[in-house]
């Protein structure tokens, strides 16, 4: 491997596999696992070679630090710290495609090759939802996604990543056009994936958006009423719309009933645990075997181990890690939300920044994960880490004038 790397420089390879990650992300685990270990690979053997590092982010990787020091303490005093220190060593390198973004991106035409990727990968995802719902009969489009929640998750990233691509004056207007497109399969997609908890994460993720950026509230007036007309149409034609949409208020229908006893359930768990928790990944050990409510009506099975999680980000983070668990998910978002406003007031001569999409898709994620526990997926985040690096790395890309 050593013997390789001077036949290329370590820009050249780790934007590869950037580009490599960027299109399989989004549609195989494995393929993009297969890219962490590669850029793992070059970055150490260049290191090696080199007897020193690549220059990364010292105060994003001291933050990245921070948090996993305090995952580790957690892990140590775990119910089962061997499931737990594996599960902090998987959230390691959950972080990878960040760092290689933000680093090993250097040059429009790099910029240019990752956003196209993932637009080409987007496409995808969004045609095989909509084959999933209407051709094979799903109730509900997944795409490549293990559920359908996670693909609304996703729906989430994509469509503000999407609206970046079409005021994006450096790609060309095929690219820019492919990108209207695809946004628009991915508001169908977003209502075929039935997913309530990504509907509501949506419309306040426009409200915020108006509220940044009140120059543009044409444009968010246009994409609510495009919204509005997917949704009628689809609602008239489908009746399983039709019943996932009456959910949403009906305090009776078993979903949110369950989720509402297993968010007592955590909060109970966190009062008996307050410092640590449980540790990662115990929570469903703790609610199936101690904690689930009389009242539970989906509960462990011969072949199901029952809730893994609560359905909720923070009161997951605070059942599995008490105080210290909930002051470091707290800690880590509110860093990457600081940093993304703040990216965002820099970049106000752009008509959507990369600050502001980033921004965006933070919000929309942490709005989910209010009802859905999408922080802890792994999928989930490396795209998210993905983009998140990307648009840390557009903003001096495009503040250079060459």
Not at 38 to 51: C, D, E, H, P, Y
Not at 233 to 252: C, G, H, M, W, Y
Request: charged letters at 15%.
């Amino acid at each position: 491997m050593l013997k390789f790397l001077p036949k290329i420089s370590l820009d050249s390879a780790m934007y590869q596999v950037v580009l490599f990650m960027a299109f399989f992300v989004p549609l195989s685990t494995a393929a993009a696992s297969l890219a962490v270990v590669l850029g793992a690979i070059f970055i150490i053997g260049w290191s090696l070679k080199n007897k020193t590092f690549p220059q990364f982010d010292l105060n994003i990787l001291a933050v990245l630090a921070i948090y996993l020091v305090l995952q580790i303490f957690i892990a140590a005093s775990s119910w089962n710290p061997a499931t737990s220190f594996r599960e902090v060593f998987g959230e390691f390198h959950r972080f990878f495609p960040l760092i290689f973004a933000m680093t090993f991106i250097k040059r429009r035409e790099q910029l240019c090759g990752v956003l196209v990727a993932s637009l080409l990968a987007f496409l995808i995802n969004d045609l095989a939802g909509i084959w999933q719902y209407f051709i094979a009969d799903e109730p509900r489009a997944f795409g490549f996604s293990h559920t359908p929640t996670f693909y609304g998750s996703f729906m989430l990233i994509q469509f503000p990543i999407l609206i970046f691509m079409t005021q994006l004056e450096i790609l060309s207007p095929l690219w820019r056009g492919i990108a209207i497109f695809t946004a628009i399969l991915t508001l169908i997609c977003l209502v075929l994936s039935m997913t309530r908890g990504a509907w509501l994460a949506f419309i306040i993720v426009m409200m915020i958006f108006v509220a940044l950026e009140k120059n543009y509230r044409r444009i968010a007036k246009k994409i609510c009423a495009g919204l509005a007309i997917i949704f009628l149409i689809a609602a008239f034609a489908s009746p399983n719309l039709q019943e996932r949409l009456s959910t949403l208020v009906d305090t009776k229908f078993q979903s949110n009933t369950e989720r509402i006893l297993m968010w007592k359930s955590a909060a109970e768990i966190f009062a008996d645990y307050p410092l640590c928790g449980v540790g990662q990944k115990m929570f469903v050990k703790a609610y199936n075997e101690q904690y689930i409510s009389p009242e539970a009506k989906e509960r462990p099975t011969k072949d199901e181990p029952g809730h893994t999680q609560p359905h909720n980000n923070l009161l997951n983070a605070a059942s599995e890690g008490g105080l210290v668990g909930l002051a470091a998910f707290i800690g880590l978002y509110a860093y990457f939300f600081w940093k993304f406003f703040a990216q965002f007031k820099r970049e106000k001569n752009f008509a959507f920044g990369a600050g502001l999409t980033a921004f965006l898709i933070l919000a929309g994620l942490q709005l989910e994960g209010l009802t859905d526990t999408n922080m802890i997926q792994v999928p989930i985040m490396r795209e998210f880490w993905l983009s998140a690096g990307t648009f840390i790395a557009a903003e001096n890309i495009l503040n250079r004038k060459l």
